[in-house]
């Protein structure tokens, strides 16, 4: 008896599935014939390939459907970067070597002149040096900066009291947290969830380097390298505008998020940096 209802079963189900694919193939037809119609009015080579195209919708409504909806998924792909899923996360979640190695030691310490040749930019004022150091870096995988001595001191000065903050970036699905670090010359990032994985050995997403060999000229340049499994290049450059927006910028409202992080970390609630981003008019 039990295996006469599960036919019963399957018989009945079968039958809605029919009923159900007539529904659907009727109203993919229906569907894909306004697309068509829509393809007329704006695609200029359309009467080229009038003929195959119609062929492919007529014969089969739902693979005519399917192909455009691959055709405007690449369309809408960023330009540069990751998306979200063809990140690989498991990288992340090994540990790096732990800090306090020579190599660490090297990447706090490094200077200008293992980036470019300081005789180039003795005799140049400031601007021309902001301009050769943005060119030079325009067409690498990195963010850059020039930033005034005067803000860069500022950041330096309220680091020593709030060395480590979060800040968020958007995702596909929300938000996600990033922890920062300033240590020596550098600021050190990593995904929140990696570092309650790991701590101090969490993998970095980005570094920033500061180089204060010009400042005698009134600027510090700035150098951030990221790993793109984690973030893309407008995802790195949203941390340092929010790095410099928090430490060098005197904004009562986030000077007040550093100071409950580092004080009263019980009382920080994540939403108020999510709302900070959202009303930054960058």
């Known amino acids: 008896m039990a295996a006469f209802a ?4 399957f018989l009945v189900h079968s039958r809605q599935f029919a009923a159900q694919r007539g529904i659907h193939m009727s109203s993919a037809r229906e ?9 007329k009015e704006k695609n200029p080579y359309f009467e080229k390939y009038s003929n195959k195209i119609a062929a492919v919708q007529q014969s089969s409504p739902e693979d005519f459907l399917s192909r455009l ?29 732990p800090l306090g190695n020579q190599s660490t030691k090297d990447a706090s310490q490094r200077k200008l002149s293992d980036i470019m040749r300081l005789e180039l930019i003795e005799d140049k ?17 990195v963010v850059s900066a020039a930033i005034p001595v005067d803000q860069f001191n500022l950041m330096m000065k309220r680091a020593k009291h709030h060395p480590i903050f979060i800040l968020p ?15 020596s010359n550098t600021v050190h990032f990593t995904p929140l969830l990696n570092y309650q994985v790991h701590k101090e050995n969490a993998p970095e997403c980005l570094n920033i380097t500061m180089f204060t060999e010009c400042s005698d000229k009134g600027i510090v340049l700035m150098r951030g390298e990221y790993d793109p499994k984690v973030l893309n290049a407008q995802e790195a450059q949203c941390l340092v505008n929010q790095v410099q927006l928090y430490y060098s910028q005197d904004n009562e409202t986030k000077l007040r998020l550093l100071d409950t992080f580092t004080k009263y970390p019980e009382k ?3 939403m108020d940096v999510i709302e900070e981003l959202n009303n930054l008019q960058i």
């Open 125 to 141: 004022s400031a601007d021309d040096i902001k301009h050769l150091w943005l060119e030079y870096h325009k067409d690498k995988d």
């Open 69 to 97: 909806s691959s055709v405007d998924k690449e369309k809408k792909k960023p330009k540069f970067g990751l998306t979200e899923a063809e990140r690989d996360y498991s990288e992340l979640l090994k540990p790096k070597v």
């Open 268 to 270: 920080f609630k994540h």
């Open 31 to 39: 569907q894909s014939e306004k697309v068509l119609e829509e393809m």
């Open 6 to 9: 599960s036919v019963r079963r």
């Open 169 to 183: 970036i958007p995702r596909s699905q929300g938000y996600e947290f990033i922890m920062l670090q300033f240590h």
